[in-house]
């Protein structure tokens, strides 16, 4: 049991540095290329912390374990907009853009809905990941669309330096353009890979890890993904969009949770149910699911009106997640 304490506590600190270098990386990205931050949380650092679900998802389809795979998609996304987000509103509270109340999180239910209804038959067969993976790409092209229209290219203002301040400009030449501005670039696409690197082999160590002291303490392996499992993997996430909040990027902390959730079904889902289809147990299809959808229609009634997640919203959210913890786990206190 000590070892692996000391493997989940390296795992946090290996997630920790991956959370900084991916938000570093991508901050810089959206600054230098005008891009909004929204899109970057909305890609990047989403597809980037969705990579320890994927993993842990595929691995355990192919073990036959489907009740751990589903179950730790519904409790991630779970965890991610009631503990993810409110433990960052607690720590600062979150500027909502209206845009994203009007536009990604729509798409966000639908996906959440869709994800439900393909499960009532009990499996999440191979047509329906093709349909998620076409929802996937779907998304994908309105996100670039989105972003290329003057409505959003007016949140960040890039203006053009004059010449007597341009270092890169014509005078400088084409040499110095290429040792100094592709340069940059590539080391803040480095810094986004090796931090979704660190954030992947960081949840790994901790899920695995959990994972075993579970099995220790004979927890049944559906409560273990929706509860231990989904934490462990949405602590990239955490620490994500922790350090998004500290550093005021409040775009960068929703859009990645907003994100994050539509890669979990579109992506993690979509992609594995390909490989493998899925069976859902009725548990999770009557109840835990239910919940999941219940905590994503939370979000507008706490956002809608101030555009902002304040500290009583965000303690709201906390205690909804404390309270069905308990509930899970209180059979096996």
Same mark, same amino acid.
């Given at each position: 049991?000590?070892?692996?304490?000391?493997?989940?506590?390296?795992?946090?600190?290996?997630?920790?540095?991956?959370?900084?270098?991916?938000?570093?990386?991508?901050?810089?990205?959206?600054?230098?290329?005008?891009?909004?931050?929204?899109?970057?949380?909305?890609?990047?650092?989403?597809?980037?912390?969705?990579?320890?679900?994927?993993?842990?998802?595929?691995?355990?389809?192919?073990?036959?374990?489907?009740?751990? &795979? !589903?179950?730790?998609?519904?409790?991630? %996304? +779970?965890?991610?907009?009631?503990?993810? #987000?409110? $433990?960052? @509103? =607690?720590?600062?509270?979150?500027?909502?853009?209206?845009?994203?109340?009007?536009?990604?999180?729509?798409?966000?239910?639908?996906?959440?809905?869709?994800?439900?209804?393909?499960?009532?038959?009990?499996?999440?067969?191979?047509?329906?990941?093709?349909?998620?993976?076409?929802?996937?790409?779907?998304?994908?092209?309105?996100?670039?669309?989105?972003?290329?229209?003057?409505?959003?290219?007016?949140?960040?203002?890039?203006?053009?330096?004059?010449?007597?301040?341009?270092?890169?400009?014509?005078?400088?030449?084409?040499?110095?353009?290429?040792?100094?501005?592709?340069?940059?670039?590539?080391?803040?696409?480095?810094?986004?890979?090796?931090?979704?690197?660190?954030?992947?082999?960081?949840?790994?160590?901790?899920?695995?890890? &959990? !994972?075993?002291?579970?099995?220790?303490? %004979? +927890?049944?392996?559906?409560?273990?993904? #929706?509860? $231990?499992? @989904? =934490?462990?993997?949405?602590?990239?996430?955490?620490?994500?969009?922790?350090?998004?909040?500290?550093?005021?990027?409040?775009?960068?902390?929703?859009?990645?949770?907003?994100?994050?959730?539509?890669?979990?079904?579109?992506?993690?889902?979509?992609?594995?149910?390909?490989?493998?289809?899925?069976?859902?147990?009725?548990?999770?299809?009557?109840?835990?699911?239910?919940?999941?959808?219940?905590?994503?229609?939370?979000?507008?009634?706490?956002?809608?009106?101030?555009?902002?997640?304040?500290?009583?919203?965000?303690?709201?959210?906390?205690?909804?997640?404390?309270?069905?913890?308990?509930?899970?786990?209180?059979?096996?206190?």
């Amino acid at each position: 049991m000590l070892t692996q304490l000391v493997v989940f506590i390296l795992g946090l600190g290996i997630l920790y540095l991956g959370a900084d270098w991916l938000i570093e990386g991508a901050s810089e990205l959206a600054k230098k290329f005008g891009i909004r931050s929204l899109i970057i949380g909305l890609t990047i650092i989403a597809l980037g912390t969705s990579l320890p679900e994927f993993l842990l998802n595929l691995f355990a389809v192919a073990a036959e374990e489907d009740g751990l &795979a !589903i179950g730790n998609i519904v409790g991630s %996304n +779970i965890a991610n907009i009631a503990l993810i #987000l409110g $433990i960052s @509103a =607690i720590v600062m509270p979150l500027s909502v853009d209206g845009a994203v109340l009007k536009k990604e999180y729509p798409i966000m239910l639908a996906a959440t809905g869709l994800f439900y209804l393909m499960a009532l038959d009990g499996v999440i067969s191979r047509l329906d990941g093709a349909i998620l993976v076409s929802g996937l790409i779907a998304f994908l092209v309105f996100v670039i669309w989105d972003a290329s229209t003057g409505e959003d290219q007016t949140d960040v203002t890039v203006e053009a330096p004059a010449p007597e301040e341009d270092p890169f400009g014509a005078r400088s030449g084409i040499k110095k353009w290429l040792d100094h501005e592709r340069l940059g670039s590539a080391m803040r696409i480095l810094l986004i890979i090796a931090g979704m690197g660190a954030l992947a082999i960081g949840a790994r160590l901790m899920v695995q890890s &959990a !994972i075993t002291m579970a099995a220790m303490l %004979n +927890i049944n392996p559906v409560i273990v993904g #929706l509860s $231990i499992v @989904a =934490i462990g993997t949405s602590l990239p996430e955490l620490a994500a969009s922790l350090m998004a909040s500290v550093r005021q990027e409040s775009d960068l902390s929703v859009g990645n949770i907003l994100g994050s959730n539509l890669l979990n079904i579109l992506f993690v889902v979509g992609v594995v149910a390909l490989i493998e289809p899925m069976q859902v147990d009725s548990e999770t299809l009557n109840f835990h699911m239910p919940v999941m959808i219940a905590f994503s229609l939370l979000l507008w009634p706490l956002t809608r009106r101030h555009q902002r997640l304040g500290r009583p919203g965000a303690f709201i959210f906390l205690s909804c997640f404390l309270g069905y913890m308990g509930w899970l786990l209180y059979p096996y206190l």
